[in-house]
């Protein structure tokens, strides 16, 4: 006796249960590692920075310009507020997207079987 696909509607089975399953996996993995990736890329980033202003002080010496005023700067840098180059947001943003479309498809797919 064979049942047809609409009586047996196997959750495991469709591509968006998996989906979704994975991207929310992904937020709480973004979630619980959110404050340790704000640390260590703040380390990462002020390194990249340090070279990049080195590079800009080793060709104004190269070019004979006058070197740049540190204190200045370093003024002007506490008063910028810190903004990360490779924020974390973007990631959840686009796991939170991929989970509500695999939410949307798995409902989908789940009303058409029954």
């Known amino acids: ?4 696909p609409r009586q047996s509607f196997r959750l495991t089975d469709s591509p968006w249960f998996w989906g979704l399953a994975f991207s929310l996996m992904a937020l709480v993995g973004i979630g619980l590692i959110g404050p340790k990736f704000d640390v260590r890329q703040r380390q990462i ?16 010496r ?8 540190l204190a200045e700067e370093a003024r002007d ?9 490779v924020p974390l947001w973007t990631l959840a943003t686009v796991a939170g997207l991929a989970a509500i479309g695999s939410g949307v498809l798995l409902y989908r797919e789940w009303r058409s079987t029954r």
């Open 1 to 4: 006796m064979e049942t047809s």
């Open 45 to 60: 980033e002020g390194r990249f920075l340090g070279r990049e202003r080195a590079a800009v002080e080793r060709s104004r």
């Open 62 to 69: 190269a070019a004979g310009l006058p070197p740049i005023d």
């Open 77 to 85: 840098r506490e008063l910028a507020q810190p903004r990360r180059i």
